[in-house]
C-alpha cells in the first residue's frame, strides 16, 4: 500500500508568490498515475493535474506539475485570490488509491 | 454537461445502514468507471472503493470489505453506495466521482456535491 505525504502542512504566501507544494510517495509511483487535486471549504475536490504534470480541461497554466519515483510537485507560478485552498496528490495507480493528506495554502 | 447529483443528507443510529445514491448525466453511464470517496469533518480524503457502471464489478480496500456494498442501476443511470454497521467514525462527507478517462486507473473527475452522513446516538 502506497502512502504519500505531503509538506508543508500548512503553507502562507501573499498574492502574487510563487507557492511550491511536495507530495512524497512511500514506494515509486509511476508518474503516470499522479494527480493534484484543489478543494476549497463547502466544496467537492476538483482535479487540476494528473499523468503528474498534465493540466485537467480548463486548468489556467499557472498551475504546473512535475516529479517521477517518489517526489511530486506542484507548482502555482503566481497566486491569485481564488487560489488559496487545500491541495491534495494522490496515486491512482494500484489498489488502494490513496491521497496526501492535504497541504492547506492560506493568505499570508 | 457531465454532472452527477448526489441524495440528500442522512441521520443515523450506530449500527444502522445507509445507502448513498449518485445519479449521472450528460454523458454515457456505462462508459465511465464510479468512485466513492469519504471525508471526515475537516480530515483529508479517503477512498471507499470503485464500482464499473458496465458490468457492476467491484473493488473495495480492505479497510471497507464487508461492509460497504456499491451498485448501480444502468436505467437510471445512477450508482449507489451501502454502508452497514456504522459507528461515530462513519460521520463524513460521501462523494462519488467518475472516472475522468474510460479506464478503471484513471483520476477522479467531475464528483458530486456530496452526501453528509452523521451517525449519532
Known amino acids: 500500500e502506497i502512502v504519500l505525504t505531503q509538506s508543508p502542512g500548512t503553507l502562507s504566501l501573499s498574492p502574487g508568490e510563487r507557492a511550491t507544494l511536495s507530495c512524497r510517495a512511500s514506494q515509486s509511483v509511476s508518474s503516470t498515475y499522479l494527480a493534484w487535486y484543489q478543494q476549497k471549504p463547502g466544496q467537492a475536490p476538483r482535479l487540476l493535474i494528473y499523468g503528474a504534470s498534465s493540466r485537467a480541461t480548463g486548468i489556467p497554466d499557472r498551475f504546473s506539475g512535475s516529479g517521477s519515483g517518489t517526489d511530486f510537485t506542484l507548482t502555482i507560478s503566481r497566486l491569485e485570490p481564488e487560489d488559496f485552498a487545500m491541495y491534495y496528490c494522490q496515486q491512482y495507480g494500484s489498489s488502494p488509491r490513496a491521497f496526501g493528506q492535504g497541504t492547506k495554502l492560506e493568505i499570508k | 454537461q457531465v454532472q452527477l447529483v448526489q441524495s440528500g443528507a442522512e441521520v443515523k443510529k450506530p449500527g444502522a445502514s445507509v445507502k448513498v445514491s449518485c445519479k449521472a448525466s450528460g454523458y454515457t453511464f456505462t462508459s465511465y468507471y464510479m468512485h466513492w470517496v469519504r471525508q471526515a469533518p475537516g480530515q483529508g480524503l479517503e477512498w471507499m472503493g470503485i464500482?464499473?457502471?458496465?458490468?457492476?464489478?467491484?473493488t473495495y480496500p480492505q479497510k471497507f470489505q464487508g461492509r460497504v456494498t456499491m451498485t448501480r442501476d444502468t436505467s437510471t443511470s445512477t450508482v449507489y453506495m451501502e454502508l452497514n454497521s456504522l459507528r461515530s467514525e462513519d460521520t463524513a462527507v460521501y462523494y462519488c466521482a467518475r472516472g475522468y478517462g474510460a479506464g478503471s486507473y484513471d483520476p477522479f473527475d467531475p464528483w458530486g456535491q456530496g452526501t453528509l452522513v452523521t451517525v449519532s446516538s
Open positions: 464500482v464499473n457502471p458496465s458490468g457492476g464489478g467491484t
